[in-house]
């Protein structure tokens, strides 16, 4: 197991969990999401294949369409 922070609230995961794993546990479609691991954007095509690694700082941001 690894801890992860995201959005400021410590998680813990399975090691050689990657991005798309993230976002599956927390219930997020990747459509309309921003996700940066570190100060680094991941590109949505390589939310499979980015690992991520025990102390990672992750941002999850949500696209809210409006008007």
């Given at each position: 197991?690894?801890?992860?922070?995201?959005?400021?609230?410590?998680?813990?995961?399975?090691?050689?969990?990657?991005?798309?794993?993230?976002?599956?546990?927390?219930?997020?479609n990747r459509d309309g999401v921003a996700v940066?691991?570190?100060?680094s954007v991941v590109p949505r095509s390589q939310?499979?294949?980015?690992?991520?690694?025990?102390?990672?700082?992750?941002?999850?941001?949500?696209?809210?369409?409006?008007?």
């Amino acid at each position: 197991m690894m801890r992860v922070t995201v959005n400021g609230t410590e998680r813990t995961m399975d090691e050689g969990s990657t991005v798309a794993d993230l976002l599956e546990q927390l219930g997020m479609n990747r459509d309309g999401v921003a996700v940066a691991v570190g100060r680094s954007v991941v590109p949505r095509s390589q939310h499979d294949q980015r690992v991520l690694v025990d102390g990672a700082k992750i941002e999850v941001i949500r696209a809210v369409g409006g008007g």
